[in-house]
């Protein structure tokens, strides 16, 4: 089977991002689909000419839009550890598999976001290097014990 034949399995071969978005907004709605990708285009005053404009500049937002319409709306499996990697419109769906009724999503059921910062992150990091308090000194090290500790005095 050549590449083009297993593309014409993927539900999102041919579909152009307008498309989709409708038919997400008309079978989902603006709320649904904002608390379900947390995509904030979705939220604020939004409409179908504002997001695809938003969508067309930001690839990440398009892959979650894709990831939600095929396997929310589409109601596919999910993909396996060869395809994960893939963007949604490179996956290649098996041909045994084919879509199903849209997931049934209700307002405010939501699955919560995983909280990315707390162990992904050591505690002493931080986006500053000027902030960082040094590894291997210690309060002793820099100051006596009755004054406040000032993080500068290594530097002085």
């Known amino acids: 089977m050549t590449e083009q034949n297993e593309m014409l399995n993927n539900p999102l071969h041919g579909v152009k991002l307008e498309q989709l ?46 990831i939600f319409y095929l396997y929310k ?15 949604p419109r490179k996956r290649i ?12 999503l209700v ?8 909280d990315r910062g707390s162990n992904s992150r050591n505690q002493n990091t931080s986006k500053h290097p000027a902030r960082r308090t040094p590894r291997n000194k210690t309060r002793q090290d820099n100051q006596s014990a009755d004054k406040p500790y000032d993080p500068w005095a290594v530097h002085r």
């Open 93 to 104: 769906i098996p041909a045994h598999q084919k879509p199903r009724q849209p997931q049934v």
């Open 73 to 87: 709306f589409k109601n596919l499996p999910k993909a396996d550890d060869a395809n994960y990697a893939l963007p």
């Open 107 to 114: 307002l405010g059921q939501a699955p919560q976001p995983k």
């Open 21 to 66: 978005l409708t038919e997400l907004v008309e079978h989902y709605g603006w709320e649904i689909l904002a608390e379900y990708t947390r995509i904030k285009c979705f939220d604020k005053l939004p409409s179908i000419e504002s997001s695809l404009k938003f969508l067309r500049k930001t690839e990440w937002a398009r892959e979650k839009l894709e």
